[in-house]
């Protein structure tokens, strides 16, 4: 998602009979519904009577009636088939978007392709967290560093940088570096840094010696 990425997939749909040319063969206007697919319906209720309009059920919808079916189709006007796809998922797509890639769905009768929906789901990341074109992540320093402060090196999508911790940062506060986020058309995200402390589990004698005199 950082820079975008190039992808190949197989995936099955459903493509026009290339025999009847999608037409599932040799056809004559529905005479039920005069080639619309559509008929009214008359339904008699309490209330009175009420007009809907219902799909053929002679056509199905279709408008047309088959009299002689293709042979390769059987009818159906189209062919299940497998088919193997490259395209481009641009940088900083969003999770949850969808991309369209037209006249790759299924076909219909008598009818063009549809569209092939591509729904783009967002692997979470151990490290970094995203929040729009923001890209957020949290570092433990040691206490000295927090109270002088000092040169840091930290890593990021675009390789390690690095960054200055001011004397007396606090916990949890939010170091914000410009254009180290994602980027999307013209946009660019910052990269925010939490600071946070890390706290020592086995401390010596003299560390803990020292410790006593920070308090005092």
Known sequence: IFNGSHKKIKYKRNEGCDTC?????????????????QVNQIQITPFGKIKNTIQCPQCRGNGKIIVDPCKKCVGKSYLPTEEILEFDIPPGIMDGETLVITKKGNAIFDGVNGDLIINVVEIPHDTFKRNGLDIKQRISLPYKDLVLGGPKEIETLDGRIRI??????????ILRVPSKGLKRHTQMGDMLIEI??????????????IINQLKN
């Open 21 to 37: 040319g999608g037409s599932g063969g040799k056809n004559n206007r529905c005479t039920s519904c005069g080639g619309r697919g």
């Open 164 to 173: 200055n911790i001011k004397e007396g940062t606090e916990i949890g506060h």
């Open 196 to 209: 946070w402390l890390d706290i020592p589990k086995n401390i010596n004698k003299e560390e803990k010696e």
